[in-house]
């Protein structure tokens, strides 16, 4: 190791003594300097100072085998490489078998005690040897986190000056020079996790106060501008994937703030930079000097130098569980980002998708409210108006034209024979059906005019305005004889060929009082007239005549109601509710129908003839009768609830309260808490005090209320809270469909959401399939009401039915099941979050394992496309929540919010699998494996 013996010197002991100074000397140092370069550069000159050495520059190694010098003691010792011939391209080449090599080889400290008689020193330059008169060397390894870093070069111009007693401090001092670094290392990890968790808080705060409805754009340049202004970043740059297929700038602080690149779309040749890598590999990229890694394009190289930058750190952003940009930090230090820092990266990309994810949901709901209004005016099936919003336009459009002195003319259609398709092909073909034939309407109409559909195959069309130059009963032939011929081109589906004809009926607005229900009465007359004319020469509709009577309305015409009553011909019907959590049925709802002349007349037929006299009439004449049939059960000893439909015109009656507590009055058998009267919500009747003040009376005796057909009209919505209401009953169009709609279990969620809101039970209607059945139980409903269940029963049968009805605890699995149940167990999670995060179990998946996991295992990736993705997705929503439920329970917000944001995402991602798993399972399992759910006896 030494390159001769160290003769005895009398100065040993002197250099011992200048060894330990410079040991102290440079220990001195460790509290001086803050940055790296300037720390190597002190000590250099400090083992001068001390004049223990002449010359010294600590130097490590690059990946081309050279050694490159990061301090020098002097300015000369720079001029002293170049001189030697040992620097090329900025390095250092150590000579073969020289001390350089063999330190850095072996570990070990190198030295050359004579360089009077290094034979390896005749390639050398002698007279620049000889210039700096050096005598010794040595050359010591410095090591740095326990692994070898660096070389620091010692020159004495005294020949021994490295003898054994010296050796020791010299690796001792190569020691505490990597001690220095280490240590320098923590201080700078100390300050760089501190400006992290520093930047942690900042987004947290820019997160929380930028508002979701300015969008992802203002947050971008929040963000960018907030990072930015950190000591840790030195540029802050979101870029986001746009419908080019390239990453696009959205947002630049700090550096880069008024530079504008395009990023190379993903493949393009000419390599790819770190924000490029972190797209398409979809994990951080972090270069800790990027200006000295070849694999980085010219153009980012370029990029770097005119902002100043060293280290690059790009992180994917995710929004909504699908990418959606890249964030990419600079630093105008290298190695900026060492890997305690990383972990704190990857919790600031956490919150800040919970930004954009905030966003997101902010559109989302947005675009529900915009759905949900559109479905409170329009038909879900057919995208035509509906009944409530024809409600609302027909009387507007009667006065336009009564101060307008313009025709309006309305057109009442109901489609011949399409029951039997929807009994031979099944709903979802009788579903098609009624959408082509709405389609052919509307193509047959003018811009002004409006078709409606009422409901199951009846549709209006409102003619408003002349049809021609010269309006009359020619101009009406021509447009309705096009309708037909539109309706009856052949309806081809999936092989099948319908050919329609629809039963027409046609009234005109005469310029008189005739207001919106008779003239709706005038259209539906007409209409029935027509169904009933037969032959080749049946027109194509049928206009209204002052000779024509309703079909319906005959009887009350000839007879008036009042004696119709008195007469015996008030016949109620029961239609059972479904109590979900008892798996029984305890409730029925009583139902109007008039028998007379052996006819039965529905209240579709009767109820468009009544005024608000005959209202009040009927509405007492069925309470008086359901309750008498309720006391008699009770009797009886089936305890069974009732619920009676009230007109809203009704609780105008001053009266109203007192004469429903007189009927329970005169019932004393009958408790008041097992009577349920029924709103209609689109009434806004319902605003008025009298109403309210009737409803709070009767809740005060015991009776219940309930708000029916929920979703067909969107105004009352906001009112529900000022509304005395315990059950709320659903509209049957946000169930029909759920199959081919799959989307629509998303609004039925929200209503059911709201509903627990105000604290009341909630009845859905119109489930008429034991797949709809299925999977309303697993969103939590409490009653449900359909054919499904059960349809309206005679008085007579109702005992049976609800003694022998009893429902199955499990159904087969199906996606659609799945979904319901996880709609109502993430609302779970959430609000436990929310409010009592504490009460939550540390594992929340058992409440998510039952039907998503049997529909994986009943159902293999050979005919589930979505297996793979659902079981991931499931699987990232059960991690989710019990790291947002345990950081909840620890108060961490910052965690908290980037654990529920990934929940929101991975829950996203699970919704949108179930929903594509739905439609290729359609075919194998339809509604029919489902039938055994219901088990009944008549």
């Known amino acids: 190791m030494f390159g001769g013996s160290p003769p005895a010197d009398k100065t040993a002991t002197e250099r011992q003594h200048r060894f330990y100074e410079a040991i102290a000397a440079i220990s001195d140092e460790l509290g001086q300097v803050f940055d790296e370069a300037g720390l190597l550069g002190r000590i250099c000159a400090a083992l001068v100072q001390t004049g223990v050495f002449d010359g010294a520059w600590i130097g490590t190694p690059r990946p081309d085998g050279l050694f490159q010098p990061q301090a020098l003691s002097d300015p000369s010792m720079a001029a002293y490489l170049t001189e030697t011939g040992e620097k090329k391209g900025g390095g250092l080449r150590p ?269 989302t709901l947005a675009a529900a409210r915009e759905q949900a209004e559109w479905l409170a005016s329009h038909d879900a099936l057919t995208g035509l108006l509906n009944r409530a919003a024809f409600e609302r336009l027909l009387p507007e459009a009667i006065e336009r034209a009564r101060r307008e002195h313009r025709p309006l003319t309305l057109a009442f259609l109901d489609l011949d024979g399409f029951k039997p398709i929807n009994d031979r092909h099944g709903h979802e073909i009788g579903d098609r059906v009624l959408a082509s034939v709405a389609a052919r309407l509307l193509a047959g109409l003018r811009a002004q005019d409006r078709a409606v559909r009422l409901g199951g195959d009846e549709f209006v069309l409102l003619i408003d305005g002349p049809l021609e130059e010269a309006p009359g009963e020619a101009a009406l032939a021509r447009l309705f004889d096009r309708l037909a011929d539109r309706l009856a081109a052949p309806i081809v589906l999936d092989g099948l060929v319908f050919s329609l004809t629809c039963s027409c009926g046609v009234a005109c607005y005469e310029g008189d009082d005739t207001d919106a229900p008779t003239l709706l009465r005038r259209a539906d007359l007409a209409m029935y007239a027509h169904k009933q004319s037969e032959g080749r020469e049946r027109p194509s509709y049928l206009l209204h005549r002052g000779e024509m009577v309703e079909l319906g309305l005959m009887p009350l015409r000839a007879n008036g109601l009042a004696d119709m009553l008195a007469a015996g011909a008030l016949r109620l019907r ?144 906001l009112r529900l809270k000022e509304l005395p209401v315990d059950v709320i009953k659903i509209d049957q169009s946000f169930v029909r469909g759920l199959l081919q709609r799959p989307g629509d279990l998303k609004f039925l969620h929200a209503l059911i959401s709201l509903a627990r809101a105000v604290r009341a039970e909630i009845v859905v209607e119109g489930v008429e399939t034991p797949l709809q059945l299925a999977v309303l139980r697993q969103m939590g409903v409490d009653y449900l009401q359909g054919y499904a269940i059960a349809r309206p029963l005679t008085a007579q049968a109702v005992p049976a039915a609800l003694r022998a009805f009893r429902l199955d605890p499990a159904s087969p699995p199906h996606p659609l099941i799945a979904l319901g149940e996880h709609l109502r167990w993430r609302a779970w999670v959430e609000s436990g979050l929310a409010a009592h995060p504490d009460a939550l179990s540390a594992d929340p998946a058992p409440c998510h394992r039952g039907e998503i996991a049997r529909l994986l295992a009943a159902h293999g990736p050979a005919d589930l496309a979505e297996h793979t993705v659902i079981a991931r997705y499931h699987a990232a929503a059960v991690q989710a929540a019990g790291r947002a439920v345990r950081a909840a329970q620890q108060r961490d917000g910052a965690a908290l919010a980037s654990h529920a944001a990934a929940l929101r995402a991975a829950s996203a991602g699970l919704v949108g699998a179930l929903e594509r798993a739905i439609n290729p399972l359609a075919a194998s399992l339809p509604d029919t494996p489902l039938a055994g759910l219901l088990v009944r006896t008549p």
């Open 95 to 363: 000579q073969p078998q020289g001390s350089i090599e063999r330190a850095w080889t072996s570990g070990e400290p190198a030295i050359e005690n004579d360089w009077t008689r290094a034979g390896w020193t005749t390639a050398l330059r002698a007279s620049s040897v000889s210039a700096r008169q050096w005598g010794a060397s040595a050359v010591l390894p410095i090591r740095r986190d326990g692994r070898l870093w660096g070389i620091v070069v010692v020159y004495s111009r005294a020949v021994h000056s490295f003898d054994a007693a010296v050796l020791p401090l010299a690796a001792r001092l190569a020691r505490n020079i990597g001690v220095m670094l280490d240590h320098q290392d923590q201080r700078r990890r100390l300050r760089h996790l501190r400006l992290f968790y520093a930047a942690l808080t900042d987004v947290a705060e820019i997160v929380q106060r930028t508002p979701p409805e300015t969008g992802e754009s203002t947050l971008a340049r929040a963000l960018a501008d907030g990072l930015a202004a950190s000591p840790l970043f030195g540029s802050v740059t979101f870029v986001r994937m746009e419908a080019d297929g390239a990453l696009h700038t959205l947002a630049s602080g700090g550096g880069g703030k008024h530079l504008r690149v395009r990023v190379r779309r993903p493949g393009e040749p000419g390599g790819e930079g770190s924000t490029l890598r972190a797209w398409r590999l979809q994990q951080p990229v972090y270069l800790p000097d990027a200006l000295d890694d070849p694999s980085l394009p010219a153009r980012t190289r370029d990029y770097l130098q005119r902002i100043g930058a060293r280290s690059l750190l790009s992180l994917p952003l995710r929004r909504a569980g699908a990418p959606w940009g890249v964030m990419t930090c600079a630093s105008n230090e290298a190695a900026a980002f060492p890997p305690d820092t990383l972990e704190l990266a990857t919790r600031l990309v956490r919150l800040i998708e919970a930004g954009l994810d905030a966003i997101h949901q902010d559109r």
């Open 574 to 717: 029961y239609q059972p509710w479904l109590d979900v959590g008892a798996g029984r049925l305890t409730s029925v709802e009583a139902l109007a129908r008039l028998e007379w002349g052996g006819r039965v007349i529905g209240p579709g037929e009767f109820l468009p003839g009544l005024d608000r006299a005959d209202l009040a009439l009927l509405g007492a004449r069925v309470r008086a009768l359901a309750l008498t049939q309720g006391a008699a059960w009770q009797r009886a000893g089936l305890a069974c609830n009732i619920s009676v439909n009230v007109s809203p015109e009704e609780l105008l009656d001053p009266r109203y309260a007192a004469q429903v507590l007189e009927s329970l009055a005169a019932t004393p058998d009958f408790p008041a808490g097992r009577l349920t009267i029924e709103l209609l919500e689109t009434s806004d009747i319902l605003n008025q005090a009298l109403p309210s003040r009737h409803l709070r009376q009767l809740r005060d005796a015991g009776v219940r209320v309930a708000l029916d057909d929920l979703g067909s009209g969107y105004s009352s919505l």
